[in-house]
């Protein structure tokens, strides 16, 4: 099975910052990766897929990047809407998750 | 508007039996690989099982396997979870999530509000 790493588990930043979020799959995955964020008591939300491709509807401070088994998960300004968990999530085979990546305050 | 509605979620006693059902609505159900997502109290997401869009393909992390049963009913827009032989570490809040309408699984592009399983005695 494919096991998702993510780094860090949590990271504190300000309004403005620039956070970078990192996912190693154990095995190459290609481009298939995706990057969710939810909100406490919330479903999550899909912001890229396919390692770099913005969802439809997602503000364009989130980037993607990788392939193959390093990922990274770019946000160049950090908005108050942005605290959140953040999740990875391999599609190549099934659909494991990352441990999630904590941004908070 | 594409929208997922689960239900069937509540208490029940280890070792007993849950069925889950996702109805969807706004998109061509047919067409897509569908998604269970289960999480635990303050954990994170776990991915729990696909199905195809003819329902042919079916797959299931370890941990349920042999215990719960991915199904569809493509005349009907729904999507099930059939869970035997819970146990506390099933608790969970369990999400239906559209994926992929290819021949991959794909992306979760869209995710229903999720309904609340717990395990007790």
């Known amino acids: 099975d494919i096991q998702m790493t993510q780094s860090p588990s949590s990271l504190s930043a300000s309004v403005g910052d620039r956070v970078t979020i990192t996912c190693r799959a154990s095995?190459?995955?290609?481009?298939?990766l995706n990057w969710y964020h939810q909100k406490p008591g919330k479903a999550p939300k899909l912001l890229i897929y396919?390692?770099?491709s913005l969802q439809s509807g997602v503000p364009s401070r989130f980037s993607g990047s990788g392939s193959g088994t390093d990922f990274t998960l770019t946000i160049s300004s950090l908005q108050p809407e942005d605290f959140a968990t953040y999740y990875c999530?391999?599609?190549?085979?099934?659909?494991?998750f990352g441990q999630g990546t904590k941004v908070e305050i | 508007e594409v929208q997922l509605v689960e239900s069937g979620g509540g208490v029940v006693q280890p070792g007993g039996s849950l069925r889950l059902s996702c109805a969807a609505s706004?998109?061509?159900?047919?067409?897509?690989?569908m998604t269970w997502v289960r999480q635990a109290p303050g954990k994170g997401l776990e991915w729990v099982a696909n199905?195809?869009?003819?329902?042919?393909?079916?797959y299931y992390v370890d941990s349920v396997k042999g215990r719960f049963t991915i199904s569809r009913d493509n005349a009907k827009n729904s999507l099930y979870l059939q869970m035997n032989s819970l146990s506390v570490e099933d608790t969970a809040v369990y999400y239906c999530?559209?994926?992929?309408?290819?021949?991959?699984?794909?992306?979760?592009?869209?995710w229903g509000q999720g309904t609340l399983v717990t395990v007790s005695s």
């Open positions: 999530a559209r994926a992929g309408s290819g021949t991959m699984i794909g992306k979760n592009d869209y």
């Open positions: 706004g998109f061509t159900f047919s067409s897509y690989w």
């Open positions: 396919a390692a770099s």
């Open positions: 095995q190459s995955i290609s481009s298939y």
């Open positions: 999530q391999q599609s190549y085979t099934t659909g494991t």
């Open positions: 199905i195809k869009q003819d329902g042919s393909e079916k």
